[in-house]
Nanobody, 125 residues
C-alpha cells in the first residue's frame, strides 16, 4: 500500500525558512516523479514544484522560483522542499504527491497517483 508522510511544517516569520520532508513507502520510489502542492484558505490547490524519478528534471511554479528548491534522496525514499524567503502568501497546507507522469503534467495537471495527508506552513509576524 503506497503511503506518503509529510513533516517539517510550522510557523515562521516573513523572510524565514522551512524545510518540508516526505517519506514514501509501499512503491518503487525512484520509478515515480514526486511533487509538492499547496492549498491556501479559499484558494484552489496548486502545484508548487515537481521532480522526476532520478532528479534530473524539475518544475517550479513562477511564484516560488528562486526561493524554493525541491530535491530527493532515493536511498532514503524521501523528497524535500527547501523554502527560503517565505512570504505570508506562502501560507498553506502543503501536500506531497507521487505520480508516473512528467514533472510538467504532474505539477500543472495534477497527474498524481498518491497524496500525503498534508502539513501546515504558516508565514506570519
Amino acid at each position: 500500500q503506497s503511503q506518503l508522510v509529510e513533516s517539517g511544517g510550522g510557523l515562521v516569520q516573513p523572510g524565514g525558512s522551512l524545510r518540508l520532508s516526505c517519506a514514501a513507502t509501499g512503491f518503487t520510489f525512484d520509478d515515480y516523479a514526486m511533487g509538492w502542492f499547496r492549498q491556501a484558505p479559499g484558494k484552489e490547490r496548486e502545484g508548487v514544484s515537481c521532480i522526476s524519478g532520478r532528479g534530473f528534471n524539475t518544475h517550479y511554479t513562477d511564484s516560488v522560483k528562486g526561493r524554493f528548491t525541491i530535491s530527493r534522496d532515493n536511498a532514503k525514499n524521501t523528497v524535500y522542499l527547501q523554502m527560503n524567503g517565505l512570504k505570508p502568501e506562502d501560507t498553506a497546507v502543503y501536500y506531497c504527491a507521487a505520480g508516473l507522469a512528467t514533472v510538467m503534467a504532474m505539477c500543472v495537471s495534477e497527474d498524481v497517483t498518491t497524496w500525503g495527508q498534508g502539513t501546515q506552513g504558516t508565514v506570519s509576524s
